[in-house]
């Protein structure tokens, strides 16, 4: 089984979380150092994000923080973060409701012409 399906898991049930690559390396038993490799495609899909932030231990080194991805967010009924671009939202146009004040006003004019 790839890591990414338990990292999907794990995600859905917490999407709030964080993980780094040593976190993901300790958790499911995988060498940290291969984990950018294996989770890119499911980056790339949009099921994790990847995010750089400063080292919590090394104040002047980043390293990667991996989180819910948009499309993951979207399944479990989050919204993701508007800063991701993706065809997977869909855009719905909410109509107008109709103006009843106006619409009876034209009945009453057309009437009485």
């Known amino acids: 089984m790839s890591l990414v399906t338990p990292l999907c898991v794990f995600f859905a049930v917490n999407?709030?979380?964080e993980l780094t690559s040593e976190d993901i390396g300790a958790k499911w038993d995988v060498d940290p150092n291969n984990i950018g490799k294996t989770l890119r495609y499911a980056e790339q899909k949009g099921?994790?994000?990847a995010t750089k932030k400063?080292?919590?231990s090394k104040l002047t080194k980043q390293i990667l923080f991996y989180t819910?991805?948009?499309r993951l967010l979207?399944?479990?009924g989050r919204c993701?973060?508007?800063d991701f671009p993706t065809d997977a939202i869909t855009k719905?146009?909410?109509p107008k409701p109709p103006n009843v004040a106006l619409n009876s006003a034209l009945r009453m004019t057309t009437a009485t012409v």
């Open 15 to 17: 999407p709030d979380e």
């Open 47 to 49: 099921w994790v994000k």
């Open 54 to 56: 400063p080292n919590p």
């Open 68 to 70: 819910a991805g948009p």
């Open 74 to 76: 979207k399944e479990i």
């Open 80 to 82: 993701p973060p508007l």
């Open 92 to 94: 719905v146009a909410i």
